[in-house]
């Protein structure tokens, strides 16, 4: 099995950036597990049904693969339209669904099946890839996560206040960590890495040293 960096944490906390920045330092692949969800709340978007609607039958028609570290969706590769907040908020509903999940497993498995990986995402260390060479757990206060995404205009909606965001992340916390299935939680094993009041970099120079 190929080697695996597994990075989880709460929406907000820096993971992508983060997990970009490390996948660059180590030279490995970076794979975004976000997005999947991400992808799926768009599938559903464009074809009208509501995210909480979404059946085992609609996923099949679908065909969703990683290229490398590219998301594609029916060959059509996903970019700006993984960034809509409509689908960072379908993400979190949507990955709730246990055949949602099961229907994800082997495109996550196979993303690390040919190359090295750092993947981020709720439960790749607890679920996807218990058996990851290395975990971390990437957090940050709710009101630090809150300040980042009003900093991140192309996830905010229009009229958004820190206020209504605060309260979306601590909604979003809340479904994650008490969902029936692979709700997120630092696995035993992994090393917590809080990001409040450190920059990028800091965190990267953390994460790389434990790697290395």
Known sequence: MSTVVAIDGPAGAGKSTVARKVADRLDYAYINTGSLYRALAYAAKTSGIAFSDI????????TLEFR???????GKILESELRLPECATGASIVSAKPFVRDYLMP??????????????GRDIGTVVFPDAEKKFFVTASPEERARRRMAQS???????????????????????????????????????????????????????????
């Open 55 to 62: 059946t085992p039958e609609f996923l099949e028609g679908l």
């Open 68 to 74: 490398g570290a590219d998301l594609y969706l029916n």
């Open 107 to 120: 495109v996550q498995r196979n993303a690390a099946a040919q190359q090295w990986i750092v993947m981020e």
């Open 154 to 212: 192309s996830e905010v909606a229009d009229g958004a206040t820190f206020e209504s965001i605060l309260a979306d992340i601590i909604a979003r916390d809340e479904r994650d960590m008490n969902r029936a299935v692979a709700p997120l939680r630092q696995a035993d094993d992994a090393v917590l890495i809080d990001t409040t009041g450190l920059n990028i970099e800091q965190v990267v120079d953390k994460i790389a040293a434990y790697c290395r």
